[in-house]
């Protein structure tokens, strides 16, 4: 018997043995009530979103866009302050830095609408993201050289590839793949990373991101609201910040920024 989705009958023979329901001529339908059915504006919708008393399943996502637009907020003001539109220095960090704009603010897109409509996009800014990220490390660790950059950049679109092919499929090998030249760059020079603080930190944050994104963690195993995606946010803010500062300060000899002299000056530390 093939029915569909409300349970009517599809066919003639079908329609034939559905017993016809007698209605007695003293039933009283009674008329529901009127519910208000306006759509909410995009930007009431955000302030509703972002309210902590009652939180949504976009909640937690905004506020780690936020922070996240702050923080790279910050980072592109260090660089500013540091480097003084020196060529191409200056020009290169900002660049980066527009990357992850771009890439959180694709994320926020995404999250807004609710529909997935940027999947694929988001996939395409985190390529983007990661190989501007090994880049800059080729870069601090003077291995920049045209050969490294084609292989990372043929391996990153590879990676790519795959992810778009198994973009449906719960796989977890493919979303550990992703973080896969990152890590092997971090392993070919564990000792530079061991000996800088702020690299490690970076490294850290990129080893924390993966976690969250390829085992859908903490949703998968706490039923609160959904937090995976804003700690992925955040955690590529946060390291990329800890990259670029790295090299920022390891120009002038320092341990901080001047950003980070001032507020440590404000707090009284």
Not at 61 to 84: K, P, R
Not at 132 to 155: D, H, K, P, R
Not at 242 to 249: N, P
């Amino acid at each position: 018997m093939v029915r569909t989705r409300s349970g009517r009958a599809s066919t003639k023979q079908e329609n034939d043995e559905t017993p016809v329901k007698q209605v007695s001529p003293k039933k009283v339908t009674i008329k529901s009530p009127r519910v208000n059915t306006q759509k909410v504006g995009w930007a009431y919708g955000i302030l509703i979103d972002l309210c902590f008393a009652k939180p949504t399943d976009k909640t937690f996502s905004f506020w780690s866009c936020l922070q996240g637009l702050i923080i790279l907020g910050i980072a592109g003001y260090s660089v500013f302050d540091e480097l003084h539109l020196v060529y191409p220095d200056f020009y290169f960090y900002q660049f980066i830095l527009a990357v992850h704009a771009f890439d959180l603010l694709t994320n926020f897109c995404n999250e807004l609408v609710g529909n997935g409509h940027l999947n694929d996009m988001i996939l395409f800014t985190e390529t983007m993201c990661n190989i501007s990220e090994i880049y800059l490390f080729l870069f601090m660790i003077n291995q920049a050289s045209n050969l490294w950059i084609t292989v990372v950049v043929l391996a990153s679109f590879y990676i790519l590839a795959l992810n778009l092919k198994y973009k449906t499929d719960d796989k977890i090998w493919v979303r550990v793949v992703t973080y896969l030249v990152l890590f092997m760059c971090f392993g070919l020079n564990n000792e530079f990373i061991m000996n800088d603080i702020r690299i490690t930190a970076y490294a850290s944050f990129v080893f924390a991101s993966m976690v969250f994104d390829a085992f859908d963690f903490p949703d998968k195993f706490v039923n609160l609201i959904p937090m995976c995606e804003g700690l992925v946010i955040f955690s590529r803010a946060a390291a990329v910040y800890m990259l670029i500062t790295s090299q920022l300060i390891a120009n002038k000899d320092a341990e901080f920024t001047n950003f980070e002299l001032t507020i440590k000056g404000f707090i009284g530390m």
